[in-house]
Nanobody
Framework: QVQLVESGGGLVQAGGSLMLSCAAS????????MGWYRQAPGKQRELVAT????????RYADSVMGRFTISRDGAKNTMFLQMNTLKPEDTAVYYC???????????WGQGTQVTVSS
């Protein structure tokens, strides 16, 4: 069973930055895509950003375009989300997601809280 462990969340003021990490217990090259999702209180979980592992192709939600950057490090089996110019509306629990090449069922991390104060 693959495990995904997020870290890097916390409390930051509006305009600040945070970098989230997602460490996989197996090689990330076994995944088709990895991504970050978030869920704010009372709202549905939404896509933030994804990266195709083989090509590095990235996709972002409109709300974070130009502020967030997703990346992956194959040597460390880790995915990152650099978040700049944070806004209070970015406050949510952020989840790491990985879609294995051998299944249509993705793996999920346990989530890390990001809180942006105004």
């Amino acid at each position: 069973q693959v495990q995904l462990v997020e870290s890097g969340g916390g409390l930051v003021q509006a305009g600040g930055s945070l970098m989230l990490s997602c460490a996989a217990s197996s090689s990330i090259f076994g995944f088709v895509t990895m991504g970050w999702y978030r869920q704010a209180p009372g709202k549905q979980r939404e896509l933030v950003a994804t990266v195709r592992i083989s090509t590095g192709t990235r996709r972002y939600a409109d709300s974070v375009m130009g502020r967030f950057t997703i990346s992956r490090d194959g040597a460390k089996n880790t995915m990152f989300l650099q978040m700049n110019t944070l806004k209070p509306e970015d406050t949510a629990v952020y989840y790491c997601n990985a879609l294995p090449s051998s299944s249509s069922n993705p793996y999920w991390g346990q989530g890390t809280q990001v809180t942006v104060s105004s």
